[in-house]
């Protein structure tokens, strides 16, 4: 018996492929967009944060209330310095007035112990003696000699300073010529009612390390020496138990 085969043939409309290609398009770009949304790709704000163009604003805020506060820093610091500096100055004058204050209370306590009633008579007599560096090997000396003995009569004589002290390892002295570097040096004259003051200068050798200074001096009242420790000497009239003398009018 012979078997029948039926055969049907469907014909797909061009539109109805078209359609069905469009709405697989459509599914993976609906995919595509929600990714790019939840990433934050394309909407920043679909996450719940601020935009770029709102972190930018702030960025400029804050760096202006940065520029803002070094400015003010700025200023504090200058005029703190200019606080310092004042307060430097105000300190560094009230310690130049008290020293200037105790050097004429010395000054006239030196006066009154000088012509004062009360002082003790002596003839020639050296006060004090200060040597300071003049650099190099060279010092400055400023002796004051003194007397209340004769006191409507002048002191007058002449002043020779001599410096002991080691050089290579021996005891030696620079007499008055070898300080001044001048063979037969004049000595320093004074001449004085109460008191004076002799200045001057001199010099060291290099390999010599100088002990003691010996004052001396010869006049109508005859002869003095005197002999002083260099450190002492080098700490000067402002030294302990030392006064220093005024400047003689």
Excluded: C
């Excluded at 014909?11 to 993976?28: C, I, N, T, Y």
């Excluded at 060279?138 to 050089?167: D, F, H």
């Amino acid at each position: 018996m012979p078997v029948s085969t039926a055969f049907e043939i469907v014909r797909r409309r061009p539109d109805s492929v078209r359609r069905q290609f469009l709405r697989w398009l459509l599914a993976a770009a609906a995919l595509v967009l929600s990714y790019a949304l939840g990433a934050g790709w394309l909407w920043p704000d679909a996450l719940g944060g601020p935009g770029v163009a709102e972190l930018e604003a702030q960025i400029v805020s804050l760096n202006e209330e940065l520029s803002n506060a070094r400015q003010r820093n700025t200023l504090l610091k200058r005029s703190d310095d200019v606080s310092h500096a004042a307060n430097q100055q105000l300190q560094q004058d009230i310690e130049s007035r008290d020293e200037r204050i105790a050097a004429l209370e010395a000054d006239v306590s030196f006066y009154e112990r000088l012509v004062g009633g009360s002082a003790q008579r002596q003839g020639l007599a050296v006060h004090s003696l200060n040597v300071s560096s003049a650099g190099q090997a060279a010092y400055r000396y400023q002796l004051t000699l003194t007397q209340n003995l004769k006191k409507t009569q002048l002191s007058r004589g002449m002043m020779r300073l001599s410096i002991e002290g080691m050089s290579g390892g021996k005891l030696t002295t620079l007499d008055w010529d070898a300080l001044l570097d001048t063979p037969q040096a004049p000595p320093a004259p004074f001449e004085f009612k109460y008191f004076q003051q002799i200045e001057g200068s001199f010099t060291l050798p290099a390999d010599f390390t100088p002990l003691r200074v010996l004052v001396r001096t010869e006049g109508e009242a005859g002869k003095l020496e005197r002999s002083i420790n260099w450190e002492d000497a080098v700490a000067g009239p402002e030294s302990p138990g030392a006064v220093s003398a005024p400047t003689q009018p």
